[in-house]
Structures are given as structure tokens and as C-alpha cells.
């Protein structure tokens, strides 16, 4: 029963930015960690950012000083602010949320930048 609901993906040149958002159907406190996955073509699916409930926040080496990740309680979405983006940056980005013994995970959003 609980969904994600991606938007913000879109076409953006090198250097760029975009702003993912994640709506969940219930309250993200409900959830240990929510985040972003990204899946590029013929690579593994990898971790992104994600937030704790309690607000702390990792965000992957490779997107380190780049990428921000947010929340918003009220309106239990959560964000990914993208600045600087590069050609690398280009994937399907997953929202997920960590539950047992699954996550949930959005429908994905395509990132794709252009040089």
C-alpha cells in the first residue's frame, strides 16, 4: 500500500540543475531511511543520499558537494537537489524507502545530461 511518487527528472546540460522530489503515501517518519538509488545502463544499481528519520543525511563520495538531500515533513516528500551535473549523473533515479524485509521503491525518473 505505500507508494513513491517520483517527478523533477528531465534533460539538463552539463553543469545544470534538477530537483527530484519523492511523495510518500504515508508519513516518511514511518520509514528508518528514505533516499535515491541510481541505475545507470549496464551498471549496478547504487545508493545516492538518503536521511534518517532523525534527519541525519550520507550522500555518495561521487556526489559529494553536488547533491543535497532534504525532507519536507509536512508534505512527506523528500528531495534531491542535483547542482553541478555531469554526463556520469545520467541514470533512472529510484526513491526508495527502507522497511523489512524490503525497501519500497518509486517507479523511477530519468536524469539525463547532455555535454
Known amino acids: 500500500q505505500v507508494q513513491l511518487v517520483e517527478s523533477g527528472g528531465g534533460l539538463v546540460q552539463a553543469g545544470g540543475s534538477l530537483r527530484l522530489s519523492c511523495a510518500a503515501s504515508?508519513?516518511?517518519?514511518?520509514?528508518?531511511?528514505m533516499g535515491w538509488y541510481r541505475q545507470a545502463p549496464g551498471k549496478q544499481r547504487e545508493l545516492v543520499a538518503r536521511?534518517?528519520?532523525?534527519?541525519?543525511?550520507n550522500t555518495a563520495a561521487s556526489v559529494k558537494g553536488r547533491f543535497t538531500i532534504s525532507r519536507d515533513i509536512a508534505k512527506n516528500t523528500v528531495y534531491l537537489q542535483m547542482d553541478d551535473l555531469k554526463r556520469e549523473d545520467t541514470a533512472v533515479y529510484y526513491c526508495?524507502?527502507?522497511?523489512?524485509?524490503?525497501?519500497?521503491w518509486g517507479q523511477g525518473t530519468q536524469v539525463t545530461v547532455s555535454s
Open positions: 526508495y524507502a527502507a522497511a523489512s524485509p524490503s525497501p519500497y
Open positions: 504515508e508519513s516518511i517518519f514511518s520509514f528508518t531511511y
Open positions: 536521511a534518517s528519520s532523525g534527519g541525519s543525511t
